[in-house]
């Protein structure tokens, strides 16, 4: 990425943990080899029993759970996402995401959406970069638009 785009001054971000993104109408936070071993070992459960009681098959890739208001299975409304510090990485490179930084306005439509958005910390254009690496490619996600 080049040093002239939009963001290079950087960008403000800190997640309020209101749980707009958790929560509500129902959604997939896609996970892989790698973040399904951090998390199963944040609970001391084997891979299979981990994936017992927290994953689903959908759109043929692996997903957290949903409770049945469709929130995340790690949501709780008191204390927040509860493997914060071990989040997907579909959760942990929000909201610094391609399609979000493709322009001020795009990244200004989901600042409506996400409270965190231009708020507390700074992120320089080098560790918004390493979190671009983290993003999901979207492109290889299951239509997200089915149910
Ligand atoms: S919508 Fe934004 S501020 Fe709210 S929980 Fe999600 S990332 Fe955090
Ligand atoms: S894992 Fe945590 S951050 Fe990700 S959707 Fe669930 S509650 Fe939200």
Redesign the pocket.
Known sequence: MSEQVWFSEGLKFE????????TGAPGFVWVGEREVERLAKRFGLSLEDFGRRHLRMARGRLSLTEKPNGDCVFWSNSTGCQVYEDRPDQCRS??FWNANLESRADWDEIAE????CNRGSSWSLVQIQEQLKLAPDRSNWPDQEEN
């Open positions: 997640c309020t943990q209101c749980g707009r993104c958790c929000w909201p959406e996400c409270p965190g």
